[in-house]
């Protein structure tokens, strides 16, 4: 009891410091002293009429949305004698690999610098500037000349490492569990069994309405979805951040979802949000960086060339060329294994004081690293807005998907949460590729690192997003991934290779998301 009072007096300790040095505070500080000009506000109950007025106007409810937003993004509070990187990532080894794969990630990128004979970043003459202002809205009609340029790793790579990880704290003839695991990640986390997985996904139970199943089928509108889509009017009127995050789990009608997610990611767009845009934008016209041009080669090797986003490509641009400036990013690097990368002031190499974290924002775009934007696209239409969503998603969610930690919705642990459901619920299945072969995980890594991004149809993957922004996990990728093989289990029985297993699964624009995802965790599955 003692301890749960500790770490709930951290908890909001941590929450005030974040605030106070927020937008919010200075304005809840602002109204506050308006209030004291209203006549109904009394000096011997001055606590509890501000409170009120607080209620009334508003504010209370963004004050809330505000702290529920902390508590979801931030990790709970460590032992106050753990050091700073336990936060980031309690296990040591993984630390170590997620070390070792940066060194390789700026080994990457810097011969690639010194290759090309191109600076890592440098300031655009004024004549440069004036073009690229004029042609901000139609950046995708450019086309610069990207052949020696290649993405400093893709999926593949990184999943490499990932195999290649172990505790070393376990001998070689240690198992990870009673059963062997017998997938390529070999390395010892908690993840949720079946039985787990169906207490947490409860909303998505067959007597349970659905949306992606009872808008799709023979069920009268009037029976859920009607009924549903005024359930959702009504949390947006009340503009509650944890109803949004609870009423979502069921999916989002399609009129709604803009604002749905915005609310539950807190996003508001205010003045001062488009004048921050600005100044990204900015920064962009001004200065020219390396990773601008991983950024126009990965838009022009992904979503240039997928049916759903091609006609995005300057909003793309525009969002991505801002993000690498962006220093408020750094932010999340507090409770993400990975660390930023620093570069340094010509000729004052490994002296801290001329050291600056290079890109801006800490995060070197992979190949496919754009497709975490396309699909925002479809919803918000207005850049800052769009900026300011993606930003969010990121640093909730994406981020966790190309570091290497032990997080329960860390890319590892997703890893071995889809091997462990296939080995234990379609043994037959996974043996028979591991012997061709073929193991599972070859197939599905590059679904999970895109949280399914260009393989599902759009509306899919919008149904898909609804509930990794419901559950507030990006553990449903990996029961996904494993509801993939269950449906296609027939035929992958029948493949004597890797390709021609990868055939078979090459196409997942035509399934539907929801019936797959119910099926797997309440149907066949015991």
């Not at 996974?430 to 061709?436: G, P, Q, S, V």
């Not at 269950?486 to 493949?495: D, Y």
Request: proline share 6%; with cysteine.
């Amino acid at each position: 009891m003692l301890q749960e009072e500790e770490d709930l007096s951290l908890t909001i300790a941590h929450i005030v410091q974040k605030l106070k040095g927020s937008r919010l505070y200075s304005q809840l500080e602002r109204q506050a002293w308006v209030s004291l000009q209203k006549p109904e506000i009394k000096l011997e109950s001055l606590k509890e009429d501000i409170k009120e007025f607080f209620k009334i106007s508003g504010w209370e409810k963004k004050l809330q949305n505000a702290v529920y937003s902390e508590l979801t993004v931030f990790p709970l509070p460590r032992h106050p004698a753990a050091p700073p990187e336990h936060l980031k990532e309690p296990l040591v080894y993984m630390r170590k690999a997620q070390g070792s794969w940066e060194k390789r990630i700026l080994k990457s990128l810097n011969s690639m610098c010194t290759e090309l004979s191109i600076p890592l970043a440098r300031k655009r003459p004024v004549v440069e500037q004036k073009e690229l202002l004029n042609k901000w809205n139609e950046m995708g009609t450019d086309e610069p000349d990207l052949s020696l340029f290649r993405p400093v790793y893709a999926p593949k790579d990184f999943l490499e490492v990932l195999i290649n990880l172990r505790n070393p704290n376990y001998e070689n003839g240690d198992h990870l569990n009673i059963k062997t695991h017998l997938g390529l990640i070999q390395v010892p986390l908690k993840v949720k069994y079946i039985s787990e997985l169906k207490e947490f996904f409860v909303e998505l139970s067959l007597n349970t309405g659905q949306l992606g199943i009872d808008d799709a089928t023979q069920v009268p509108p009037e029976l859920f979805e009607n009924e549903h889509v005024r359930l959702g009017q009504k949390v947006l009127a009340e503009q509650d951040s944890a109803a949004a995050q609870q009423y979502i789990r069921q999916g989002s009608p399609t009129a709604l979802r803009a604002e749905l997610w915005a609310l539950i990611l807190n996003v508001s767009n205010q003045p001062e949000d488009l004048l921050y845009y600005e100044q990204l934008k900015s920064n962009v016209i001004q200065h020219d960086l390396l990773v601008d041009s991983l950024i126009y080669k990965d838009v022009k090797l992904t979503a240039s060339n997928d049916d759903y986003y091609f006609v995005f490509e300057d909003y793309l641009y525009q969002v991505l060329l801002c993000f690498s400036r962006d220093t408020s990013v750094l932010g999340h690097f507090a409770y993400n294994s990975a660390s930023p990368p620093k570069s340094y002031i010509r000729g004052k190499l490994g002296m801290e004081d001329y050291a600056v974290f290079y890109p801006p924002n800490g995060v070197i775009p992979f190949h496919g690293f754009s497709m975490y934007v396309a699909p925002l696209c479809f919803l918000y239409h207005e850049p800052s807005k769009l900026y300011q969503i993606f930003r969010e998603m990121y640093v909730r969610f994406f981020f966790r998907l190309h570091s290497i930690s032990s997080h329960p919705s860390g890319i590892v642990s997703l890893c071995l949460l889809f091997e462990t459901l296939l080995q234990t619920h379609l043994p037959q299945l996974f043996y028979h590729l591991r012997e061709i072969g073929a193991q599972p995980l070859r197939i599905s890594f590059k679904w999970m690192v895109r949280a399914f991004s260009g393989y599902l149809a759009t509306d899919q993957l919008l149904l898909l997003w609804d509930r990794i922004l419901g559950y507030n996990s990006l553990e449903i990728l990996a029961v996904l991934a494993a509801a993939v093989f269950a449906f296609r289990a027939v035929n992958l029985m029948e493949v004597t290779s890797l390709a021609a297993a990868e055939a078979v699964l090459a196409d997942l624009s035509t399934l539907k998301v929801m019936p797959l995802l119910q099926i797997f965790l309440f149907a066949t599955v015991t």
